[in-house]
């Protein structure tokens, strides 16, 4: 807020304060019993931003505004109309700075910008009315609010601690009077309401010193100060004004009256507003205890009024809430072991509620935060064991209290806890750490992720290697709330960290590492996975303790949607399935469990590739079925496509599987021409001719000519018309019956009827080609099927239709007593083609 005095104030001195102030006021000036002074709120430019309070008045307006009216007639005459606020206000102003006490509202600066440097030095208070009213009164104290404020924001429903926080608050203006009397030798002369401010720890803080004044000295008029007679009268509220002052007795004061009187006298009235407020919790009543001393300190005698210190011996103020206040006023000049003692009673004493969450935080938490950085950050400190027995009893309270009450303020968490982070990371002392990590999700919710990465995983993972085996362990499990804010580099990190443990020497930092391992799989990069988890699980099935090798398996299951299938069958059953003959029956029952599972997924993935398969067969087929019809139903003596792959097996299943319509032409043909489709004689063996026969199948069938057998005709004496439906022709050339050439022994029989190639189909193929000039229709005892040119190899074979042959004599043949072939129809689909043979 650089220039921040020029711009409330229209370009009055610039001011170096380091404090922003706020604009828009809390409180008005013109609020009853502010006297002037407006409030704001302020925090520290070069600290850590801490939170402050400004008051502000204005010296025009103050020269403006009427001090109040008395209402008692008797004091009329006290009252000068010509008073106003400005005086009252200067007095206060010159006197807070300089007026040092725990008690006392404290003033970090105080700016008069008439005056703001030493080069035109301010009127002092003997001269107050020569000051300049033309700029602004500016005093920055500690955050506080006034004690109206307070009572009525306490809680109703909470009387047991509203009336100890009270009783706290009146020992705190007790203190702070005995100082004023027996340090200063001063009277406050205005203790009432308007004068007390309550800081948010609940401490009260005297202030409003717009009349404090010496009693008993001589000054010319006897008494208290001119100023004090001029302005008390109408500065303070009548309720809170001692009977002489009521009546202007000042020589009463003057002559031997104890410095205590009046402000004893105002302290009882406070007492009594204080108490007697709705939301005090003692049912409008002042306490018991203290009804007596009220009436003694309300005397009418100025000398008879007791002196204030011991009212604090009343049974009032004995209760745990005041005496843990006062051992945190003190701590700080406590032996140390006193110190920690009171440190560990804390934690109880917050969860009985003794002390509230104001304390909690505006009191106890800056003093832990000073021990922190007093003792952590000094590693020579540390060294004593006095000093680490101190800092173990801090960081637990410092937890708890940023849990119970910081975590729902994250700005107070940042404030707070988050600078000391890597404070605590730092100290290198097992039990500090081991405090830090039992926090891990605390601070896992409240940090951001770049300070996770660099404040919290760099330094804790030391606790890995840590020759302590209960920190190795504890620095794993508090690492798994961490995981999702990582970045990459510190998740390679943790990998290697991970293998590393997978051999630790401790059986239960081994399990729990798999365990670790199978949690944090889908943080994981696709590489990291594949690298880690299947290795990790499998050495662990492989661990000689049985609750390792029962989480491993548990693992297995629950990261089986980051295993291929193949990676399964291959690679997990057989790590898994030897586990069902384990020693330990849990192992042995999660193992089979397991098994299962995991076979069910392969199941679905069979049926599902054999689904695949068979999609993929039947499209291939379906297409060169189609081509194969288009062909034969074209011109002269189609051809069945081949597939495209040109294997013999392929082709063989074209051949049995592709139906082609024959076309009109020619009889013969001298390179496997068209085949005819009518019914023709054809000559027999013995030359005669015979009759048509039926129409052969509509099969594409393979050529002998095409396979180059050259002794084809001269076992075949007839011709057949091929396979149908209600013939099986089994004529052979050792009986002289008339076959179809196409038995299932004639692919492998020699002419003198030995099985010398009933193994080697392919035989045959290495016999003399056949002469061509015989016709494709007659297979007389004397002709030779005809072969084409450049026939060669398996293409012939896959590639052309075989001539149709029908029976010489157009008679059906009597069945052998050999199996019955069945025919294969032309839809039937063969995986290989060569199941028959």
């Not at 004893?264 to 409008?284: D, K, M, Q, R």
């Not at 080697?760 to 007389?780: E, M, Q, R, T, Y």
């Amino acid at each position: 807020m650089a220039s921040w005095l020029g711009k409330m104030w229209g370009g009055s001195h610039s001011s170096s304060l380091p404090y922003n102030i706020k604009s828009d006021p809390i409180s008005a000036p013109t609020k009853h019993g502010s006297h002037g002074w407006a409030i704001h709120e302020a925090s520290d430019k070069k600290s850590d931003g801490g939170e402050l309070t400004a008051f502000q008045a204005n010296k025009a307006e103050l020269a403006k505004a009427p001090l109040r009216r008395t209402s008692s007639l008797a004091n009329a005459k006290y009252s000068d109309t010509s008073q106003t606020q400005l005086i009252p206000a200067l007095h206060h102003f010159h006197r807070i700075k300089r007026l040092i006490h725990p008690r006392i509202l404290r003033a970090h600066a105080t700016l008069d910008t008439d005056y703001p440097d030493d080069t035109k030095p301010a009127p002092g208070l003997d001269a107050l009315e020569k000051a300049a009213i033309t700029g602004t009164l500016i005093i920055v104290t500690e955050k506080c609010m006034p004690l109206d404020d307070w009572l009525e924001n306490l809680n109703p429903h909470t009387p047991q601690p509203n009336a100890a926080a009270i009783s706290w608050g009146i020992h705190n203006i007790v203190e702070a009077l005995g100082f004023l009397h027996n340090q200063a030798k001063l009277a406050h002369g205005m203790v009432c309401p308007d004068a007390v401010f309550v800081t948010p720890s609940g401490d009260f803080k005297l202030g409003g010193f717009d009349l404090i004044t010496p009693i008993g000295i001589d000054d010319g008029g006897g008494g208290p100060t001119p100023h004090f007679r001029k302005y008390e009268g109408a500065v303070c509220p009548a309720d809170y004004r001692s009977p002489e002052r009521a009546s202007g007795r000042y020589d009463v004061l003057q002559q031997s009256t104890p410095v205590h009187s009046i402000d004893c006298f105002s302290l009882a009235a406070l007492i009594e507003y204080v108490y007697t407020h709705p939301n005090a919790g003692t049912n409008g009543q002042v306490p018991t205890p203290l009804k007596k001393a009220l009436v003694r300190m309300k005397n009418d005698s100025p000398k008879l009024r007791p002196r204030l210190a011991p009212l604090l011996k009343c049974p009032v103020f004995d209760n745990p809430y005041v005496k843990a206040e006062m051992f945190l006023d003190e701590v700080m000049s406590k032996p140390v072991e006193e110190k920690i003692m009171f440190l560990q009673s804390l934690p109880d004493v917050l969860n009985r509620g003794s002390l509230n969450e104001n304390v909690a935080i505006h009191k106890i938490l800056p003093l832990l935060v000073m021990g922190l950085r007093a003792t952590a950050g000094n590693e020579s400190a540390m060294t004593q064991d006095v000093n680490r027995r101190e800092t173990l009893a801090i960081v637990p309270l410092l937890f708890q209290i940023a849990e119970s009450y910081l975590a729902k303020t994250p700005e107070l968490f940042q404030r707070h806890i988050t600078p000391l982070v890597p404070l605590l990371f730092a100290i290198n002392d097992r039990g500090v750490r081991g405090a830090v990590l039992q926090k891990m999700t605390l601070l896992e919710s409240q940090l951001d992720t770049s300070a996770i990465n660099s404040a919290v995983f760099e330094p804790m993972c030391s606790g890995f290697s840590d020759s302590s085996g209960p920190l190795r362990e504890l620095t794993l499990k508090s690492t798994i709330v961490l995981v999702p804010k990582l970045n990459h580099s510190n998740l390679e990190k943790l990998v290697r960290y991970l293998v590393r443990l997978q051999s630790d020497p401790e059986a239960s930092i081994r399990t729990n590492t798999v365990i670790f391992i199978g949690k944090i799989a889908p943080n994981l990069t696709d590489m990291s996975r594949q690298k880690l988890i299947l290795p990790a699980f499998m050495r662990s099935m492989k661990d000689p303790f049985t609750p390792c090798r029962l989480s491993a398996l548990r693992a297995v299951l629950s990261c089986q949607e980051y295993f291929t299938q193949k990676d399964v069958a291959e690679k997990v059953l057989p790590a898994v399935v030897p586990h069902t003959l384990d020693a330990a029956n849990d192992v042995r029952a999660e193992a089979f469990k397991v098994v299962d599972t995991l076979l069910v997924s392969l199941r679905t993935e069979s049926k599902k590739m054999a689904k695949d398969e068979a999609d993929r067969i039947s499209a291939a087929t379906c297409g060169m079925k189609s081509a194969g019809s288009s062909e034969g139903g074209g011109g002269g003596g189609g051809i069945a496509a081949s597939p495209a792959s040109g294997s013999y097996l392929s082709g063989f299943s074209s051949w049995m599987a592709t139906s082609s319509q024959p076309s009109e032409g020619s009889n013969e043909s001298s390179g496997g021409g068209g085949i005819p489709s009518k019914k023709t004689m054809t000559p027999a063996s013995n030359g005669a001719s015979t009759p048509k026969g039926p129409a052969a199948p509509k099969f594409s069938s393979l050529s002998l000519s095409d396979a180059q057998i050259g002794g084809a005709s001269k076992y075949n004496n007839n011709s057949g018309g091929g396979w149908s439906d209600d013939e099986d022709l089994m004529g052979s050339p050792a009986t002289g019956g008339a076959g179809d050439g196409w038995d299932d022994d004639d692919f492998g029989a020699s002419p003198d009827g030995n099985d010398d190639n009933d193994d080697d189909f392919f035989a045959s193929f290495a016999s003399k080609p056949a002469n061509p000039g015989g016709k494709v229709g007659s297979l007389g005892a004397g002709s030779r099927l005809t072969a084409p040119r450049k026939a060669t190899g398996m293409s012939s074979m896959t590639s052309r239709a075989a001539p149709q042959m029908k029976s010489s004599s157009g008679m059906k043949i009597k069945k052998q007593p050999k199996p019955a072939v069945k025919k294969l129809p032309a839809s039937t689909l063969m995986d290989d083609g060569w199941d028959d043979f």
